[in-house]
């Protein structure tokens, strides 16, 4: 069974989020790679998809996807990323007393009564101490988020400042902003390259996807993080896949990430066997499909397991 890719009644746009729990196994050049061939996959009557790289520490994707100005890639809008308070002390008003300095808790107010940006956590303790009102409260600027068209389409990407924190938030704007974009243009599906690990910006990228894509590779430490990135995305009632990376390397442990699968219900989207096409495309600046034409049929067959996946689970919640 296959998912329709004519425009859906219900309006519903399916997000899959690829992660792989472990950096380093290829979860970013998959992504790329799929994205690359989504269209021809989706069949014919397909909308495209948004890309959105959500890993916002290390955003790279629009290195790969794009062509143009900004960093490769064509930017449409660039907005700021606001989270949090700041303090800022109006030297006018401020009498020197020294009472926010000794009041802040983060040591964030030097010895000549300025706010130091990079320690304040925006409490606002300072301005509650402070008697002749000198400190106001500014929302405090800590990225941007892009909208940018790349020749797959378009991707919602994001730029954390450094020292900056929140990138969970910023993980939350990114894909709010990439549902925003498919629904804008009438496209039917948001691709998002997630952030390693299993910390709040996974979490972030993954509750209320509609499908994980789980990256591996044969190795102790991938299949480690392989399971505790699935034991997340149970616990987040997020269906999940399985797509194994340079498989050849350990055939043996390529067999024990197949098992596991079957044992624990968990559908195997493919596997790629160590190939010099990945390294190539990465020197190109290419999609790996775009580097070796004859690698794309195995990229479209990972999209028809998991169309086949969204309509399973589609059929089981009565969404189609
Ligand atoms: S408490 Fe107010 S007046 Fe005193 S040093 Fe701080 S900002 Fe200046
Ligand atoms: S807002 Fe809080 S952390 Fe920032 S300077 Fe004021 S007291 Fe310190």
Known sequence: MTIDATPRTNGKIHEIVVLSGKGGTGKTTMTAALASV????????????????????AADLHLVLGQGSHGGAETLETHPFI?????????ERCVSCGECATACRF??????????????????VCRYVCTVDAVRMEPRRCGEWYLTETRH?????????????????????VRNRSREAAEARGLQMVLTDGPPGIGCPVI??????????????PTVTAIHD???????????????????????????????????????GVGLAGA?????????????GKTVPEADPALAPAFEAVWTTIRDALATEALAQHDL
């Open 38 to 57: 989504a269209k021809n996959a989706l069949g014919q009557g397909a909308r495209g998809i948004v890309v959105a790289d959500c890993d916002v520490d």
């Open 272 to 284: 790629f066997g160590y190939d010099p096409a990945f390294t190539r495309a990465q020197v190109l």
């Open 153 to 173: 389409g378009p991707m919602v990407h994001a730029r954390l400042d450094i020292g900056a924190e929140n990138s969970g938030k910023l993980v939350t704007t």
């Open 204 to 217: 972030a990228s993954l509750t209320n996807a509609d499908l994980a894509l789980l990256i591996t590779e």
């Open 83 to 91: 989270s949090g308070d700041l303090a800022f002390i109006d030297p």
């Open 226 to 264: 392989l399971k505790r990135v699935r034991s997340l995305a149970a616990h987040f009632k997020v269906p999940c896949l399985v797509l194994v990376n340079k498989a050849d390397l350990n055939p043996q442990l390529a067999d024990e990430i197949r098992v596991w699968c079957a044992e624990s």
């Open 107 to 124: 040591d964030a107010i030097d010895a000549s009564c300025r706010v130091r940006p990079e320690l304040c956590e925006g409490c606002g």
